[in-house]
């Protein structure tokens, strides 16, 4: 689905969570899946996108940027009815997965589980984190990637790269000081091309956010007005 | 996808789970789903199957047979990451969703929830449960169909309407005294026409099976003797 | 610890439920629990208290009127570190249990699972519930009680048995035409006599409330107008 | 209840989890709490106790020896039925709680939470953990103690200390480079006093146990053999 999958993603990176709103699901959900693909290869950024869980082989099918889970639950292949492995993630075509988000906590045994098992299948895990102390916990798991979001901030508008700098700025020095290569993201409020850019000169590798785009009333405008910061 | 989705599905029915085994995943998971309609239309009776729910959007779309998610969440439409609503599991193109499967199992409120809201957008609700008692107080709730799993026979190859024709029939009865067009089915344990055939005897609408016909060395051979108990 | 025990306690009942308060716990636990003995003998009515879970057997040993857990976890003695057994909430000298209360919801089969249990144990449960709906469904369960309260109406000072004297008629009316010996308590925004009086009026055999008592500035005095309802 | 309180615990401490055992529910359990406390002080060593949940507030009054919640649930006080608070543990005379236990998993903000507000309240938090890996997550977020306890070894009777003592020596060298002074445990299949011993050399700071005394024949005999260990 994307070249760079088990080395990575290009960074900088937008990381576009859809989440469960009506906005982005069904015939909605695909569009938005195009309009990403087509800014990204338009201005020739990194952008990935998290499709509805029930859409993720459809939607990965469809576009060729990097598509994630919104989540994985930590069980092995077998008797699991209605959960989500990490082998049906990597079988839909996605890269690897969003883990732990504020809306879906996973227990530490379980995200160190997650973690070491799609290290092994070559997927990519995107651990949230809710600050400093849990991030630099998170760290020493080693995921590919840590987002930051403090959960205050989530939906608010009020960018943590703008409102919260030295929580980007940590995170980013910790987290790697622990785990050199770990990719960090941080998200809550990222809603323009001016706190994208305010993240990047903090450190991070990119952004992760969601109602910014999903919500907006014209979300190519929203998406390229949130570019703009990368370029 | 379905003719008769809000009227509910032709009965009786086999309803296929195909869990998370890695017999049913990716191409396998497309190519059961095939298995499924073609042995449907080729003895003409009622099969429905439960995709891996990354996968039910992309299913759905491909075969004529009804899809059924294996679980959703007790959430509305929203800031819900990783959740799956029965808003997307209809724009997936299912008809419904199985509820409170035995390894997966919900909160009563949450049960109630679900099948209020699914009723009131069309979808149809296969409600499971462990014993008489809780058949009948999921009844009080009228879902469109019970399926009756005796947690100790689930994945025995001992069926339970061979094992235990006591619970199917007073299932049958008691559900059907409280929510008299509620569909009844039976699982645990059915591997053949013989244990299909007497849970109809039974009075049971049909069947919810899973590792029977996922992990047999030849699918279509035990979808076909299975459905002969139908005939 | 209670005369009763395992018949039931004397109706029509105030049950207190203590949560997690400030209010409640330590001493000042104790001295609620006090409290609710004297009003009891002074007034010559039923009122049960539902202690903070760690001071469950502290409390129950010092005072006579009957105590309850206000949850219990569905798992048999054995090895399950920080989870509480039916058999050490009557080792504890309660008569019983809430369960399912709406701040912390069950799985049905775990109510059946409790229920049953209790039941062998002489111990008694009073199971909450959201809406008729759902009281329909655990009265098929046969519990000792249920207490059913309408989430909105919860910590509101808007008594239910005043703003919505339908769902406490009728939830009486069905609970006691599927289980006759039921006992149906009514909860949320209860606060004074005239709301229990308006309650028992309905049909109810009693209330449960936590904040009208617990954080009043004067618990007794509290206590005392709550009672009259009673008389 | 313990001079050391907030300032920790005597060590090297054996930590005996007393689990939801019948032998230790009710009288049994306030006796074996006594037992405890007479060795403790025969043998002039340190023994830590976490009683049944429901007999917490009662058993930390009737001994000197510092007891444990064995969980604590994430929340503050306020409306929060049958959840146990760290202010309800601290009242109850306790010094701490276990956090993490492996029959009792918490999500890692969760014990973020609670390891903060624990160190706030002047409470000690010993967090299980499974492997290296996790006990390193832990350390960062900086508790009172970590106890790794492999899950396959727990109520084996074959000790962690000798069937594996690499993970003993790496936790202790990883934690106590990440976080000086906490305090390792180690547990799972710890039986008698070689085992103890063995933990010791190891580098450890004590043991957490259940089963080894909890249902042991002789419940004395068997703790006298552990602590030998620690002489």
Known sequence: MISGSGRGIKTPVIV?????????VGKKGVGLAQICEEV??????SIAICPQQVELAKIA?????????????PVEPGSQ????TLESVKEAGAVGSLVNHSEHRLKIADIDFIVSRAASLNLLTIVCTNNIAVS?????????AIAVEPPELIGTGRAVSKVDPA????????????AKHCVVLCGAGVTNGEDVRAAIELGADGVLLASGVVKAKDQRAALVDLVSGLE
């Open 16 to 24: 576009l969570n859809e989440k469960a709103y009506v906005e982005s």
């Open 40 to 45: 990204a290869a338009q201005h020739n950024v």
């Open 61 to 73: 099918s469809q576009v060729q940027i990097p598509c994630f889970a919104q989540h994985v639950d």
């Open 81 to 84: 009815t209605g959960f989500v």
């Open 136 to 144: 630099k916990a998170i760290a020493e798991l080693k995921p590919y």
């Open 167 to 178: 929580i980007v700025e940590d995170t980013v020095k910790e987290v790697k000081r622990i």
